[in-house]
């Protein structure tokens, strides 16, 4: 069964912290994207990749294809960037359907 | 571009009630869904559409229907409505020429009593 893992599942955060999720996925995949989704708020998509890193300000985004991992880092965390992060999987012959982790509650303090 | 809009933003409609959520993009994407996202769960896929005239049933069809007679419009049917049809509901559109990066659009909030 094709399935997506996300660790963890909240995370609370001082102003200032470096910001580690964690995403596994469980067969071979075409992409891999990171959302963000603000409470009460619609979704954005923050990055897609297939492989390496990818880097937008302070966010970064890594995949190990080999290891069947991402992880999406956030440096100098603020309070603004508390939200909902999901990951999502486009598994090789979907037919372009997306496959969803339960996603990251972020809580960055003052 | 406007992206993708959905309406309306909340409505609540009583058990047995029908309702048309609507979904429109000015991208020109072929490839069209609708997701339901329950709290605590991760986004399920309800109904995709590949272009005009084709669509096909995701994870959780039961109880909608979908229908696809333009690129640019994907309407979302709800039929004898049920409270276990509470969710918030976004449509979302991608091509495949952009990598299937997916747009949403700003949800729904449907509650049935």
């Known amino acids: 069964k094709n399935e997506v893992e996300q660790s963890p599942q909240n995370l609370t955060a001082q102003e200032g912290e470096f910001i580690t999720i964690n995403c596994s996925y469980s067969?071979?995949?075409?992409?891999l994207h990171w959302l963000q989704q603000h409470p009460g708020g619609g979704i954005v998509s923050l990055f897609m990749l297939s492989s390496g890193k990818k880097k937008h300000g302070r966010l970064i985004a890594t995949i190990n294809i080999q290891e069947k991992h991402s992880s999406l880092h956030i440096t100098a965390s603020h309070p603004r960037d508390s939200a909902v992060y999901i990951c999502?999987?486009?598994?090789?012959?979907?037919?372009?359907?997306?496959?969803f982790g339960k996603g990251t509650l972020l809580t960055v303090n003052p | 571009n406007a992206g993708v809009t959905q309406t309306p933003k909340f409505r609540i409609l009583k058990i047995g009630q029908s309702m048309t959520l609507q979904c429109t993009q000015d991208m020109n994407h072929n490839y069209m869904y609708w997701y339901r996202q329950d709290p605590g769960m991760g986004l399920k896929l309800i109904y995709y559409s590949v272009g005009a005239g084709i669509t096909d049933k995701g994870e959780v069809p039961n109880g909608y229907n979908v229908s696809r007679s333009t690129t640019e419009d994907f309407p979302l049917r709800l039929e004898l409505a049920a409270p276990s049809q509470t969710s918030v509901y976004f449509c979302?559109?991608?091509?495949?020429?952009?990598?299937?990066?997916?747009?949403f659009g700003p949800g729904t909030r449907l509650t049935v009593t």
């Open positions: 999502a999987v486009l598994f090789g012959g979907s037919n372009y359907k997306l496959t």
């Open positions: 067969v071979g995949i075409s992409a």
């Open positions: 979302a559109s991608s091509n495949p020429g952009q990598g299937y990066e997916q747009y």
